[in-house]
T-cell receptor
Framework: KNEVEQSPQNLTAQEGEFITINCSYSVGISALHWLQQHPGGGIVSLFMLSSGKKKHGRLIATINIQEKHSSLHITASHPRDSAVYIC??????????????FGKGTKLSVKP | DTAVSQTPKYLVTQMGNDKSIKCEQN?????MYWYKQDSKKFLKIMFS???????INETVPNRFSPKSPDKAHLNLHINSLELGDSAVYFC?????????????????FGPGTRLLVL
């Protein structure tokens, strides 16, 4: 079992729909990152969370540390949101740096 | 201005060759990383350097040797390339990747280098 699990793996939505992508993890973390990988391959960091909720435009990310779970929401989805969304956790180890551990990504396709 | 740049963007080479990928960041960050994204699009950390000091060296074959001449550059040299090395390699940078410190800083990624070993 991966230390970081995302669901769903693939998601197709109609333009305007509200989208939720989930991430569960099994390790102690110092922070959780949501990344977006465009169809062209580039990776952009969307959010970094260690507690609570963050909002940027139509994107909202939440984290529940006790439940080891995070969600990424997209309101009023648009075809330009089509991308792979990757959850990554920064592990919190005693003797070494907390490197990022990645989920396998959720491929989102938003149809016009 | 590109924040994190990588060269080359594409690299096609024969098995057994030696190749290098270069990475430069102009963000003033103190930590740089190399990640490998395999054919299933799964990302995995390979190395990280903080102020030219190697911090993370995940179970990567010693054919892979990172070199950091200064904190703005982290190059990746690969000896005796194998078919399984074909992947996309991403460089990234951030603040605060000190040994023993939790990583709580945003990472900035380069555009990736697509390596194909024939």
């Amino acid at each position: 079992k991966n230390e970081v699990e995302q669901s769903p793996q693939n998601l197709t939505a109609q333009e305007g729909e509200f989208i939720t992508i989930n991430c569960s993890y099994s390790v102690g973390i110092s922070a959780l990152h949501w990344l977006q990988q465009h169809p062209g391959g580039g990776i952009v960091s969307l959010f970094m969370l260690s507690s609570g909720k963050k909002k940027h435009g139509r994107l909202i990310a939440t984290i529940n540390i006790q439940e080891k779970h995070s969600s990424l929401h997209i309101t009023a989805s648009h075809p330009r949101d089509s991308a792979v969304y990757i959850c990554a956790v920064a592990g919190y180890y005693g003797g070494s740096q907390g490197n990022l551990i990645f989920g396998k990504g959720t491929k989102l396709s938003v149809k016009p | 201005d590109t924040a994190v740049s990588q060269t080359p963007k594409y690299l096609v080479t024969q098995m057994g060759n030696d190749k290098s990928i270069k990475c430069e960041q102009n963000l003033g960050h103190d930590t740089m990383y190399w990640y490998k994204q395999d054919s299933k699009k799964f990302l995995k950390i390979m190395f990280s350097y903080n102020n030219k000091e190697l911090i993370i060296n995940e179970t990567v074959p010693n054919r892979f040797s990172p070199k950091s001449p200064d904190k703005a550059h982290l190059n990746l040299h690969i000896n005796s390339l194998e078919l399984g090395d074909s992947a996309v390699y991403f460089c990234a940078s951030s603040w605060g990747g000190l040994r023993g410190a939790p990583l709580k800083e945003t990472q900035y990624f380069g555009p990736g280098t697509r390596l194909l070993v024939l």
